[in-house]
């Protein structure tokens, strides 16, 4: 089990313990967090899970390959440490990872 | 003037499960039309997910989106089905005789015994970008497609996004407009080289702006747009324009059919689990639109309810005919029909 904190846009804090292998954004769903919309389930074709990495982990977590930074043409305010949730991978050494939810969905 | 087709059955939406129930129609002898608001067949699988991989299709442990459209569009070859895209569902009614009437935005009317509303998650519409506001702008100084060129002469355009419709609109407006912005959120595009190469190059010779960024404001009134906040990698700036070109890609809305007067149940269409028919005779609902006691959105269940649904169609459109169950490995008046030799 790894832990995720998801930051609601309203401030309130998810704290998660997050499967291996599993997405943030199934996360987030199974979690309920507001503003994680995921309308194509994971597919990397909605652009509806969009959140900013925190500044802390941004490295770490990397970034977007190819198709995710296409699909990240549709998300709103994008930033240099926007991702698409549903294509980062929980593994160990994202314990502790931290993500805001933006304050919209495209 | 008003085109008109009359036909034995009118389906709605041209995406995997409107496919196949060409198939299971035409071995029942029953002639179609399809009417889609996008330009080719597959729906979601062609719009949203064309390389992706589907892994629970009956016999084909994988197969992409585009790859099962094509193959549906060989398997229904033989029925010769009539494609009608780029136009919207508009209306649907009974007429006096019995028969309904399907209307289109592309002033046509369909006449057929049997409707089949395989309307998917609903029509393919474009995304508005969630900028505060842009609502009051929307078909004054706001426009998400082209329908004549005209409208934008001589006005200041502001062109957004990074995919092909963004770029081919740059191209085929900066002519005639008195200025053209395009602004994408990196110097990075989804569209054909070609096009973003001449873009680059009408940029250099001062024919156009290129701008890296995103609209962050709008400002204007009356539904006149004035102009509009770009926030750019370092700063934000004021770009002038009168008339915003937004081209997010799409996304599924349900449109008219609500209006229909069928009953509905959390916006998809009540039907039955026997022949998959709506609350009016006569009207089918198939595929991601219906919903019944544990309806599952799939496309294999589609595929299902097409092949019942084909059944009770028959029945409504040649009522004196008697239909006699085959298989399609052994029987002969079948194979003939597909065209096997
Ligand atoms: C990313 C993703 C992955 C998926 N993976 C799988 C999977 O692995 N397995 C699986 O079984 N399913 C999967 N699905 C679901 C599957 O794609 C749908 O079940 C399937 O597309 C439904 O087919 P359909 O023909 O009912 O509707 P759609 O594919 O939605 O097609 C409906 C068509 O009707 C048109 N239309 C609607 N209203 C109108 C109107 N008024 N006028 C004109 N045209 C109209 C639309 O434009 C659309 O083209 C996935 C879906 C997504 C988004
Ligand atoms: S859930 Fe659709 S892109 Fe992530």
Redesign the interface.
Known sequence: MTKLTIVANDGTNFEVDAEDGSTVMENAIRNAVPGIEA??GG?C??ATCHVYVDDDWSEVVGSPDVME??M???A???RPTSRLSCQIKVKPELDGLVVHVPE??? | MTQSVETDVVIIGAGPVGLFAVFELGLLDLECHLIDILDRPGGQCAELYPEKPIYDIPAWPVISGQDLTDRLMEQIKPFNPQFHFNRMVTALRKLDDGRFEVETDEDEVLRAKVVVVAAGGGSFQPKRPPIPGIEAFEGHSVFYAVRRMEEFRDHDLLIVGGGDSALDWTLNLHPIANSVTLVHRRPQFRAADDSVNKMFALRDEGALRFEVGQVSALSGEDGQLRSATLKGPESEFEVECTRLLPFFGLTMKLGPIADWGLNLHENLITVDTEKFETSEAGIFAIGDINWYPGKLKLILSGFHEAALMAQAARRIVRPDERVVFQYTTSSTSLQKKLGVK
């Open positions: 309308e194509c597919a074709a909605c930074e296409d990240l043409d549709f709103y305010d994008v919209r969905q495209a």
